[in-house]
């Protein structure tokens, strides 16, 4: 029996542990949290949006980032076997709007425990990982090829990695031996959640390469003052465009929600991810209200109502037209007296309704903190790991799994799944590998 070291026990973590332990390795899992998986109880506002319903061959056109890295992965453990996998841990699941699932009891509580289920064989350590423990592996020994190589056209040599990880050294001081050890430490998103960043320090001191970790499916900043008077308002079925120096970069239709601060929601998580630097674009989002109607539309429906209420003061139709707490918003923009009646309203005052109904800007400032976002965008560079089993391409017997490497995806459930299927497919990998070695002897 070999041992695997698991760093982390959120949902890559776990996950990993549970494919490892049914292998037959001996287990063992660090978590410095006094709680394991606490992130999961915060997903999906609580209740956990476990993956989404679609085939694999979708779900890639849902990862923002490296979704050629998944191929793999995510093939081999597509939605429907985690579906198929927490059900038979007792979870019953629903599927909701855009595909989403959850648990029927709406408590990401239920997740947690299933998935504590499913790792029960391993054990739980309560401690960090300060340092890899890492000793340098012999030269290979080269073998004489079966054909005389040709001087002019001399073959490339394949180098394996000069060292292999043997455990690592707890923030205790303890030192844990292993025979592979997996890194699943998440990103640097809701910290107080455990996701602190100590998995990078591991990379890096591994020889890897770090794409920065910025904040990514994040609520937007603005200094529009409509924002806070608007502060609450959840618009449903509008679409969201993202602008960048003036060129549209990002447009989905959905819902989103105005702040004190700036822009909330669905649709303004998922135009996060298109940000840049701050400091070298310039940003704004512009909401189709009317999405449903094109401007000539638009402008036959605003005639109508405008025929029928005539009589009526410009500030008692809008009610037909927008939620009670745009209103007064709409009114200051359009620069129209609330109490002009309707019927004195002209062609080029219609024309500016049919602009903000279509077009309502907000300005953006910059990206709430990495510490509010849902996930971290960035990480180990996916070029350092072996897409099939995770492992580092640099350090033998060492692993990766879940938000710590560079892929990730928009909302609707993609990114729980990138953890499940990475987490299961480098638990397994690290255990085959083992099996391969005891084999060899």
Known sequence: MAKVLIVGAGAAGLMAAGAAVRQGHQVTVLEHMD?????????????????????????????RTNPRFLFSSLGAFPPAKTMELFESLGVELKVERGRRVFPVSDKAEEIRQALLRYAQDAELVHDGARKLLLEELPPEAEEAPAVPENPRHPKKKKVGPALRCIGVRGTSGREYRADAVLVATGGVSYPTTGSTGDGYKLARQAGHTLVEPVPSLVSLVSHDPDCKKMMGLALK???????????????????????HFGISGPLTLSASSHLGDMKKHKYHAEIDLKPALDEQMLDKRLLSDFE?????????????????KMIDEFIDRSGIPPHEKVHDITRAQRETIRTLLKRWTVDIAAPMPVENAIITS????VGEIDPKTMASKKVGGLYFAGEMIDVDAYTGGYNLQIA????????????????????AY
């Open 420 to 439: 499940w299927a990475t987490g299961k497919a480098a638990g397994e990998a690290a255990a085959d590998a083992l099996l391969a070695e005891q084999g």
């Open 237 to 259: 079925n509008v679409t969201l465009t993202l602008f960048e120096d003036g060129k549209g970069i990002f447009e989905e239709q959905g819902e989103m929600l105005f702040t």
């Open 378 to 381: 960035g990480g180990v560079k």
């Open 35 to 63: 709680k394991p998986a606490q992130k999961i109880l915060v997903t999906g506002k609580g209740r956990c949006n476990v993956t989404n319903d679609c085939t694999a061959e979708e779900f890639l056109h849902h990862v």
């Open 308 to 324: 029928k209420h005539a009589n009526s003061d410009y500030c008692n139709v809008l009610g037909t037209l927008l939620p009670q």
